[in-house]
């Protein structure tokens, strides 16, 4: 049960790295224990726990955006430059066969939607 934690949590630093620990859509920081993990494709819509469509956001935002799509570039402002890549190739990668079940994940790691 320990490494599953330890796990999470290095999961989670690796997330919050992606905006420098603060959230990608308002800028507010956020503590280590208290983040929400946002799927960038929301499950709802066929998105998977691969790192590249995780990012860190406050409860607040995560509650906003919902299960909305939205553009990354338009939404999540203090998202660091090469994390927009990563989150675009997702995105393309989805579009390209992720509606037919196609879609194979890359560094997929199990979250807990919070």
Same mark, same amino acid.
């Given at each position: 049960?320990?490494?599953?934690?330890?796990?999470?949590?290095? &999961?989670?630093?690796?997330?919050? /790295? =992606?905006?420098? *620990?603060?959230?990608?859509?308002?800028?507010?920081?956020? &503590?280590?224990?208290?983040?929400?993990?946002?799927?960038?494709?929301?499950?709802?819509?066929? *998105?998977?726990?691969?790192?590249?469509?995780?990012?860190?956001?406050?409860?607040?935002?995560?509650?906003?955006?919902?299960?909305?799509?939205?553009?990354?570039?338009?939404?999540?402002?203090?998202?660091?430059?090469?994390?927009?890549? /990563?989150?675009? $190739?997702?995105?393309?990668?989805? $579009?390209? *066969? *992720? $509606?037919?079940? =196609?879609?194979?994940?890359?560094?997929?790691?199990?979250?807990?939607? $919070?």
């Amino acid at each position: 049960m320990r490494g599953i934690k330890v796990q999470k949590a290095q &999961v989670k630093s690796s997330i919050l /790295e =992606k905006t420098g *620990g603060v959230c990608a859509v308002c800028g507010r920081p956020l &503590v280590h224990g208290k983040v929400t993990i946002e799927h960038y494709i929301p499950k709802y819509h066929g *998105g998977t726990d691969d790192e590249r469509n995780l990012l860190p956001l406050c409860k607040n935002c995560n509650r906003r955006k919902g299960s909305r799509m939205v553009r990354a570039e338009e939404f999540y402002p203090f998202l660091k430059a090469r994390f927009f890549n /990563e989150a675009n $190739e997702y995105r393309t990668e989805w $579009e390209n *066969g *992720g $509606e037919q079940g =196609k879609f194979e994940t890359k560094g997929s790691v199990k979250t807990e939607d $919070e």
